[in-house]
Each structure stands twice: as C-alpha cells, then as structure tokens.
C-alpha cells in the first residue's frame, strides 16, 4: 500500500500529533513521509531501504533467513557497546530462540497485576486525589513517576517515591543519543550510557545474588538466567520499556480527550481495549525498526544485498490506515505491528498494557478531565509531550 497521507492534517488531534511528531524530529520525520510517498520500498543513501509498508514489514520481521538483527547497521551497531554482546535485542538464532524461552514466564498476567498494584498504586491514587480535588496535574510527569517506579521493581531496588524521578532520568540518559541517522553511538555517549547503565544495574545484580521471588532480578535467577544474562535483560528492559511509555501515556489521553473519547471511556459506551490500540496505531512510540540484510533478496521487488540496512518505519506502515476510529477493526497485517512481529516480538507488552490501563484507569475515575495547557518535546528520540497538564472539566 503506498503512503498518501502528505496533505496537512486537519482536526485537532491530528494536529497535535504532527506538532509531536516535527518537535522531536523536525527533519527526519518529513524527510521519511516525503520518501514513503515515492513507494512502500525506497532506497535512501546514508539511511538505508525504507519500508513503508505493513506487510512487506511484516515479513522482513518475521523472515530470520535473510535479515537480522547483528550485522551492519542492525540495533547490534548502536547496543552491544552499550548492553554487551547478549541482550535479545541483539542476538539471533537459536541462543535468542534459548533465552526467550527462558523468560516467557517472567511477564505472567499475576505478576504484572501485582507489580502493578505494587509500584504504582500511590503515584496513581495521587493523580486521581489531585484531579478529583481540582488541582492541575502534568500527566508527562505522572508518566516519568510510573517509569521510575517500575524501573525501581526492575532493577530490583525499593519504590521508594523520593527515587522515581532520578529513575526515570537515568534510564531516559541512556537512549538520549540515538539518531535515525546515526549507525552507532559515539564513544563519549558510550561511555556515559555504560556508567548510568551499570549504575542501575548494579542493584539488580545484588538482587539477582540475594534471589527470591520478591524482585524482577531475583525471579530472572529463578528462571535459569545467568547473572551476566540477568544483567543483560534488565538493561534491555530499562532501555525498551521506558520512554516507550512516557510517550504514550500522555498521547493516549490528550488523543482521547481531543476526540472526545475519554467521555465514552468515562461513560463506559466505549472499548478501552480497543482505544488503547488504535492510540498505539495513530502515535507508534517504537516508530521504527532496524534489520541488517544477512542474505541477498527483495523487498516487494526492489532487491537487497548483505549488508544493507532495512529501516521499517512503523509510524508510516500504521498511519495509512486513516484517521483515529477505535470502532474499525485492524486488519491482519497490521495487528500489533507497533509491539514488532516475529520472534523479536516486545516481551514487555503484558506490563505495558497493564501500566497504560492503570493510569488510564485513575485518570478517568477522577471525573470529566480536559487538557489545559501543553508542550510538545523537542529533538527527543521518541515522539512526545514535555507537559500536558490535565484540570477537571468544572473543579468541585
Ligand atoms: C508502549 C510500550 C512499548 C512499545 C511500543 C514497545 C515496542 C517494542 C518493539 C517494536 C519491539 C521489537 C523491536 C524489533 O523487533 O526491532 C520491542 C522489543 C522488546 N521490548 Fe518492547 N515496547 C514497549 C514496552 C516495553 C516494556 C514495558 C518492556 C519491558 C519492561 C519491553 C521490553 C522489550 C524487550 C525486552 C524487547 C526485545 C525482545 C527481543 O528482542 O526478543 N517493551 N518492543
């Protein structure tokens, strides 16, 4: 299907969204849209092979014959001077195919409720408290306290409040340095990455010695996991599951209230399954995915050779489908394309949809909420607001 959404966008929402979407990327995102509408595969020189296309994408995910993700130009580039060697994100094959196994038990449907009750129960009471009590509240800010505490659950220390946003900051340090357009990080961003990254982690791993089901670190032991290779998924998880959802979240409510659907979620008269995934469709917080050719073939017909780099760009892949409608079902080349697809499919997608839904949740159980003022981030690496700050529709 070829990219034809080039015309300005017209209604509120989508507005907003091309206004996040320029602030963080004011080249890179025009440059994309302007290459999506010369086709669903178009080689660019310095980025790579373009696709643009939900099916093609699909398949170049799923196909691990011809594409991987360790060669040139792959996330292996940017990540294994930063994480080591073996991370899944960076890792192929059978010792990837190995390690999954072991941890498909990690994010069961009981422990993501219970780290959600755990860590996140206060920081959303006082969100709910604050709005029902007619104070402004910035959501990106609730969003940044939520990350914390679940990166303190992560790397196995206390959700202690006072530490969630130094948390929050550390994590957000370490993706601060990719660029589209950059093949690898440089060693000054390296470094930095490494010290903040083994800073965090150093608590996870006397987690991990002291084991026990009570921390993430210590349930990784559980599972067979290594102390390097614990090590290795805590980054993983800290550098994935981070700023993913402090893009969201904030997105997902201010598109709700600009559509008027945070009043049908409130009135109960919609689906928040569904809103929730057509809000992940129209703002993609993972908005491109990278593959290094292993092998040559073709991409809907223009060939690749080894060593190119395949820049799956998820945003355009999902955004041809239309304007914001939590009422039409996606169709199945597009299902969850914005948590991946194939064997590097997101491991955290239960805990990210169960920390989207709780702050939802306590949102909407304040009342009727409205967007009073808001900031777009800018030159940021996923898309998002700096402040959106939420105000009950009539304080009590
Ligand atoms: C809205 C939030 C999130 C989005 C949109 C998202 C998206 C993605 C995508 C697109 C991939 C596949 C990348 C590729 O194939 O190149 C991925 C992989 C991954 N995600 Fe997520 N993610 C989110 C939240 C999380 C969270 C909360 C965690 C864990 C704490 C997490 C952990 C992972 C891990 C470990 C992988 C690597 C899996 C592998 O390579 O086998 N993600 N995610």
């Known amino acids: 299907m070829t990219v034809t959404t080039t015309t300005a966008p017209d209604a509120t929402w989508q507005r907003w969204e091309h206004r996040v979407q320029t602030s963080a990327h004011p080249v890179a ?69 190995a390690l999954r196994r072991r941890l498909s038990g990690l994010f069961t449907p009981g422990y993501v409720a219970g780290l959600c009750d755990r860590v996140l129960a206060q920081p959303l009471a006082d969100l709910t408290r604050r709005l029902a009590a007619g104070e402004e509240v910035d959501l990106v800010r609730v969003a940044q306290s939520c990350a914390g505490a679940a990166i303190c659950e992560i790397v196995g220390l206390p959700a202690e409040p006072e530490r969630f946003a130094a948390a929050h900051a550390d994590a957000s340090e370490v993706t601060k340095a990719v660029r589209l357009w950059r093949h690898s990080l440089p060693p000054r961003h390296v470094r930095r990455a490494r010290d903040v990254l083994g800073r965090l982690t150093a608590s996870a791993v006397h987690a991990y010695r002291r084991g026990g089901d009570d921390t993430l670190p210590g349930r ?148 009727p909420v409205t967007v009073a003022r808001r900031r777009t981030a800018r030159h940021v690496l996923i898309p998002g607001y700096a402040r959106l700050i939420l105000t009950l529709r009539s304080a009590p």
């Open 29 to 97: 995102f025009r440059l994309l849209r302007a290459i999506a509408a010369r086709g669903p595969v178009v080689r660019v020189p310095r980025v790579g092979v373009v696709v643009s296309d939900a099916a093609l994408a699909r398949d170049v995910l799923c196909d691990t014959a011809h594409y991987t993700k360790t060669g040139p130009g792959s996330p292996s580039d940017l990540w294994t001077p930063v994480l080591g060697p073996a991370v899944l994100l960076n890792m192929e094959g059978a010792d990837h195919a």
């Open 220 to 367: 990784l032991r559980g599972l067979g996991l290594s102390e390097d290779e614990a090590r290795g998924a805590v980054g993983a998880f800290l550098l994935t599951g981070t700023e993913t959802l402090v893009s969201f979240i904030p997105r997902l409510v201010a598109l709700c209230h600009d559509t008027a659907w945070l009043d049908r979620l409130r009135d109960g008269t919609a689906d928040a399954g569904a809103v929730v995934e057509e809000a992940l469709r129209v703002t993609v917080p993972s908005p491109v995915m990278l593959r290094s050719v292993a092998r040559p073939t073709a991409i809907g017909g223009v060939p690749v050779a080894p060593g190119d780099r395949v820049v799956i760009a998820t945003l355009l892949c999902a955004s041809v489908y239309g304007a914001f409608d939590p009422d039409r079902p996606h169709p199945p080349e597009l299902r969850r394309l914005w948590f991946g697809a194939g064997p590097h499919f997101c491991l955290g997608m239960p805990l990210a949809m169960a920390q989207i839904r709780a702050v939802l949740d306590a949102v909407l159980a304040a009342g």
